[in-house]
């Protein structure tokens, strides 16, 4: 059964559609990727799944469930976590004390908290920064504690919105297996991501919108070899 | 030792009247406890929740006026106004926080100014009620002596710097700051920025209001000028908080203290006392530029430029 279900959705901001008309599913323990150029409204997407905004027309069902006209907090209390494009750290706590604060959606006290936020801040690999204030951290810093802090609200599924956007290599490489090991633990993963290698190398599917529409989608193989797809990246093939 | 402190500070406090001081100081000690309860409720508020209040006076006002009216229209000893006033601020947060709450960062400090000039404009007019602005008398005084007045207020005090401290190291305090560091980030963690804002309000509310229940029965005599006043309540309440130390646990305490303290020194000096409002506006200016997390939030930097001073001189 599909983990989660996107309907017919369109958001209009006054006349301008950023998505119109997107249908797409999400098998449980997949990951799917979210890849398109700049303006096609991966972003808005994740914002509709999130409850950020409720879309103009369609709905998304989580479970079954209907989900698409509820807060954020609800939707996250059901179990879909994400993270940011801009970073949001909560700048004046330290490291530790972010992942506690999500980490309080599922327990009460302060000592299971701190032991679900110590055992996510060791999965991402942020042990030696526990008592750094997040505001003094580098961006690839930055954004493992996105992904500890979605990871500490117990998530069925995460949405990870560029997670890898501006990182070194050797980030790339730490980052991608962490995604891999996220994904063994069965959290199904959506994600929005610009370097083709990285989505390549991990989606299980991958839908490509363009203009705000749903261009293609199948599998990595699929999506590489298909002629719209390449024509929207890389301009229109010159005939021969 | 500093796990003690409080408890120390208490006994000390508590010990204060038997040594028996005059009734100035103890009207000041009065005060100075009074206004830092003031100070720890906006503090949980605009400090550790960010929505930064101007209309503390709102509050403040209808817990004094629940006292006053409670004596002028029932007859009732307005020390009842204590405890009735955590219902009706209660209830009057409730109705606020819907409207003020939607709001966010400057449209929610207009909001709240706009909430207490609103209150105070009513309370001036509304004269079947409130007694315009003749105010409310308090005939019968329960005591003449200070002294009780002192332990009534260092209790309320007291109650409030536990309660305050249990919430802040609790999950609603996480809550709290994660709303203040970013609205978005928290709504989408989980958090119902909504309700924390509404509790924040709530208990920010009330125990500004049990301090204003508590003024009408001290000073005997309330008017919306007094209690309703943007100047003398809201803005005090803000530079208390700013002087001592934005979400700081000392910070309303050392901040109420000096404000006191300062306001009656500059009163007393000839002269220059109805001009105490500009010293006020000096002293934030000063203390924005110089130490912008208060006195207790910016402590070692203190010691650095007074240290620096010594060194040079």
Same mark, same amino acid.
């Given at each position: 059964?599909?983990?989660?279900?996107?309907?017919?959705?369109?958001?209009?901001?006054?006349?301008?559609?950023?998505?119109?008309?997107?249908?797409?599913?999400?098998?449980?323990?997949?990951?799917?990727?979210?890849?398109?150029?700049?303006?096609?409204?991966?972003?808005?997407?994740?914002?509709?799944?999130?409850?950020?905004?409720?879309?103009?027309?369609?709905?998304?069902?989580?479970?079954?469930?209907?989900?698409?006209?509820?807060?954020?907090?609800?939707?996250?209390?059901?179990?879909?976590?994400?993270?940011?494009?801009?970073?949001?750290?909560?700048?004046?706590?330290?490291?530790?004390?972010?992942?506690?604060?999500?980490?309080?959606?599922?327990?009460?006290?302060?000592?299971?908290?701190?032991?679900?936020?110590?055992?996510?801040?060791?999965?991402?690999?942020?042990?030696?920064?526990?008592?750094?204030?997040?505001?003094?951290?580098?961006?690839?810093?930055?954004?493992?504690?996105?992904?500890?802090?979605?990871?500490?609200?117990?998530?069925?599924?995460?949405?990870?919105?560029?997670?890898?956007?501006?990182?070194?290599?050797?980030?790339?490489?730490?980052?991608?297996?962490?995604?891999?090991?996220?994904?063994?633990?069965?959290?199904?993963?959506?994600?929005?991501?610009?370097?083709?290698?990285?989505?390549?190398?991990?989606?299980?599917?991958?839908?490509?919108?363009?203009?705000?529409?749903?261009?293609?989608?199948?599998?990595?193989?699929?999506?590489?070899?298909?002629?719209?797809?390449?024509?929207?990246?890389?301009?229109?093939?010159?005939?021969? | 030792? +500093?796990?003690?402190?409080?408890? @120390? #500070? $208490?006994? !000390?406090? %508590?010990?204060?009247?038997?040594?028996?001081?005059?009734?100035?100081?103890?009207?000041?000690?009065?005060?100075?406890?009074?206004?830092?309860?003031?100070?720890?409720?906006?503090?949980?508020?605009?400090?550790?929740?960010?929505?930064?209040?101007?209309?503390?006076?709102?509050?403040?006002?209808?817990?004094?006026?629940?006292?006053?009216?409670?004596?002028?229209?029932?007859?009732?000893?307005?020390?009842?106004?204590?405890?009735?006033?955590?219902?009706?601020?209660?209830?009057?947060?409730?109705?606020?926080?819907?409207?003020?709450?939607?709001?966010?960062?400057?449209?929610?400090?207009?909001?709240?100014?706009?909430?207490?000039?609103?209150?105070?404009?009513?309370?001036?007019?509304?004269?079947?009620?409130?007694?315009?602005?003749?105010?409310?008398?308090?005939?019968?005084?329960?005591?003449?002596? +200070?002294?009780?007045?002192?332990? @009534? #207020? $260092?209790? !309320?005090? %007291?109650?409030?710097?536990?309660?305050?401290?249990?919430?802040?190291?609790?999950?609603?305090?996480?809550?709290?700051?994660?709303?203040?560091?970013?609205?978005?980030?928290?709504?989408?963690?989980?958090?119902?920025?909504?309700?924390?804002?509404?509790?924040?309000?709530?208990?920010?509310?009330?125990?500004?209001?049990?301090?204003?229940?508590?003024?009408?029965?001290?000073?005997?005599?309330?008017?919306?000028?007094?209690?309703?006043?943007?100047?003398?309540?809201?803005?005090?309440?803000?530079?208390?908080?700013?002087?001592?130390?934005?979400?700081?646990?000392?910070?309303?305490?050392?901040?109420?203290?000096?404000?006191?303290?300062?306001?009656?020194?500059?009163?007393?000096?000839?002269?220059?006392?109805?001009?105490?409002?500009?010293?006020?506006?000096?002293?934030?200016?000063?203390?924005?530029?110089?130490?912008?997390?208060?006195?207790?939030?910016?402590?070692?930097?203190?010691?650095?430029?007074?240290?620096?001073?010594?060194?040079?001189?």
């Amino acid at each position: 059964m599909s983990l989660l279900q996107v309907k017919g959705v369109s958001m209009f901001f006054g006349g301008l559609a950023a998505i119109s008309d997107v249908s797409f599913d999400i098998q449980k323990g997949d990951i799917l990727g979210l890849i398109g150029p700049n303006g096609a409204g991966k972003t808005t997407m994740f914002n509709v799944v999130n409850g950020f905004y409720a879309p103009s027309r369609g709905e998304v069902f989580f479970k079954g469930k209907k989900i698409s006209g509820l807060k954020p907090h609800q939707i996250c209390k059901l179990g879909v976590a994400r993270t940011f494009q801009v970073v949001k750290p909560l700048q004046r706590m330290s490291v530790l004390d972010n992942v506690i604060a999500s980490a309080y959606l599922r327990v009460n006290n302060r000592g299971e908290a701190e032991d679900i936020a110590r055992e996510k801040i060791k999965f991402t690999g942020l042990h030696d920064d526990v008592n750094v204030i997040s505001k003094g951290l580098p961006l690839g810093k930055r954004k493992k504690l996105e992904i500890a802090r979605a990871l500490a609200t117990q998530p069925e599924m995460l949405m990870l919105d560029e997670s890898f956007a501006g990182l070194n290599p050797a980030e790339l490489d730490e980052s991608i297996e962490i995604i891999r090991k996220i994904k063994e633990r069965g959290i199904t993963i959506m994600i929005i991501e610009h370097h083709m290698k990285v989505i390549m190398a991990i989606s299980d599917r991958i839908v490509v919108l363009s203009y705000g529409q749903k261009l293609a989608e199948g599998t990595p193989n699929e999506i590489g070899n298909n002629p719209l797809v390449v024509e929207a990246y890389l301009g229109e093939a010159e005939s021969a | 030792m +500093k796990r003690y402190l409080p408890l @120390i #500070i $208490l006994a !000390i406090l %508590a010990v204060l009247p038997v040594i028996g001081l005059s009734t100035y100081m103890m009207h000041i000690l009065i005060l100075v406890i009074m206004w830092s309860v003031i100070g720890m409720s906006w503090n949980l508020l605009g400090g550790y929740c960010g929505q930064v209040s101007f209309g503390h006076a709102a509050y403040f006002g209808v817990g004094a006026y629940t006292a006053g009216v409670l004596y002028s229209k029932f007859d009732l000893s307005p020390w009842w106004g204590l405890p009735l006033c955590v219902v009706v601020v209660a209830l009057f947060s409730l109705v606020l926080g819907f409207i003020v709450l939607r709001l966010r960062g400057p449209f929610f400090a207009l909001a709240t100014l706009a909430s207490g000039e609103v209150m105070r404009i009513t309370a001036e007019n509304w004269v079947d009620f409130t007694g315009g602005t003749m105010g409310i008398l308090i005939q019968r005084r329960t005591w003449v002596e +200070k002294t009780w007045y002192f332990y @009534i #207020i $260092l209790i !309320i005090a %007291a109650l409030t710097f536990f309660m305050i401290k249990k919430l802040v190291e609790s999950k609603l305090g996480y809550y709290f700051v994660a709303i203040r560091e970013d609205q978005d980030a928290a709504e989408s963690l989980g958090i119902n920025t909504t309700l924390y804002k509404t509790i924040a309000l709530c208990i920010s509310g009330v125990i500004t209001g049990i301090a204003g229940a508590f003024y009408t029965n001290y000073m005997g005599y309330i008017d919306p000028h007094v209690v309703f006043a943007l100047h003398d309540i809201s803005i005090i309440t803000i530079m208390i908080v700013m002087v001592g130390g934005v979400a700081t646990f000392w910070g309303p305490y050392v901040g109420a203290l000096i404000m006191v303290l300062l306001a009656e020194y500059i009163r007393s000096i000839p002269g220059l006392g109805a001009a105490h409002q500009t010293f006020f506006g000096i002293l934030l200016i000063v203390i924005i530029i110089f130490l912008p997390n208060g006195i207790v939030g910016d402590f070692q930097k203190l010691k650095r430029l007074v240290g620096l001073r010594r060194a040079s001189g």
